[in-house]
C-alpha cells in the first residue's frame, strides 16, 4: 500500500467504525460499506441488522426506516469522500489553487485504482432512485456541494465565471468516474488535461 492508498484507507468508515461499541457507528458502518457497494434497493433492513450486530428494536430506535439510514449514509459520505479524501486531500497535494484544482485528478487516479473503487454514491444513488425520489433530492444536493467547493477553488484562483467553471468542471469528475467504471484506469490523467484547458479558458 502506498502513503496515498494508505490517506484514503484511513478515511473509509468501514475502518474507522468497526467494532466500537456505540450501535450507531456500526449501524453506519454497515450501512456504508454495503450501500456504497451494491447500492440501496439491493440492501434490506433484516440484512443490515443482522450485519451490523444490533438489536432489531435498537436499529429502529436510531433509524426509524431504512430511508432514513440512507440520508445518514449519504450525509457520512459526504463528510468522508467528498470532505476528507477529495478537497483536503486535494488542498494538502497543491500550493496554488489551480494545483489544488489539478490535484483532485491527481487523488481520483489513486482512488480509480483500488481494488474496491466503488464510483460516486450520489451518481449511483440518483440513477438508482430517480431525481423525484428524496433519496434522489439529496444526492443531487450533494453533488452541488460538490460543485460548491470547485467554485471556491476556482474563486481562490481567481478564475472567472466561476459557477459555469465549476459545473463544466464537475462533468470532468463525473465522466472520470464513469470511464474509470469502464476500466479506463487512465480516466483521471484524460481529465486532468482537458482540466488544464479548462482553466485556461476561464482565466482573465
Not at 433492513?45 to 436499529?59: C, M, P, R
Not at 487516479?109 to 428524496?134: S, Y
Request: with cysteine.
Amino acid at each position: 500500500m502506498t502513503a496515498n492508498d494508505d490517506t484514503i484507507a484511513k478515511l473509509l468508515p468501514a475502518q474507522a467504525l468497526t467494532g466500537r461499541e456505540d450501535p450507531v457507528d456500526r449501524i453506519l458502518a454497515t450501512a456504508y460499506e454495503l450501500f456504497s457497494r451494491r447500492g440501496i434497493r439491493d440492501v434490506g433492513t433484516n440484512e443490515l441488522i443482522a450485519s451490523s450486530g444490533v438489536a432489531k428494536a435498537t436499529f429502529y430506535r436510531h433509524f426509524p426506516s431504512k430511508d432514513a439510514l440512507v440520508l445518514a449514509f449519504l450525509a457520512l459520505r459526504d463528510q468522508v469522500w467528498t470532505v476528507d479524501l477529495i478537497v483536503t486531500e486535494a488542498r494538502r497535494r497543491g500550493r496554488t489553487a489551480e494545483e489544488r484544482l489539478l490535484a483532485i485528478f491527481d487523488v481520483f487516479g489513486d482512488w480509480f485504482q483500488r481494488p474496491d473503487f466503488e464510483a460516486c454514491t450520489f451518481i449511483n444513488v440518483l440513477l438508482e432512485m430517480g431525481p423525484e425520489h428524496p433519496l434522489g433530492r439529496a444526492s443531487i444536493g450533494y453533488l452541488g456541494r460538490i460543485r460548491g467547493h470547485i467554485q471556491a477553488l476556482a474563486e481562490e484562483a481567481g478564475l472567472k465565471d466561476t459557477e459555469d467553471f465549476a459545473r463544466s468542471w464537475h462533468i470532468l469528475m463525473k465522466g472520470s468516474i464513469i470511464s474509470a467504471t469502464e476500466g479506463d484506469f487512465l480516466a483521471s490523467r484524460r481529465a486532468q488535461e482537458m482540466a488544464g484547458w479548462l482553466i485556461e479558458h476561464h482565466r482573465h
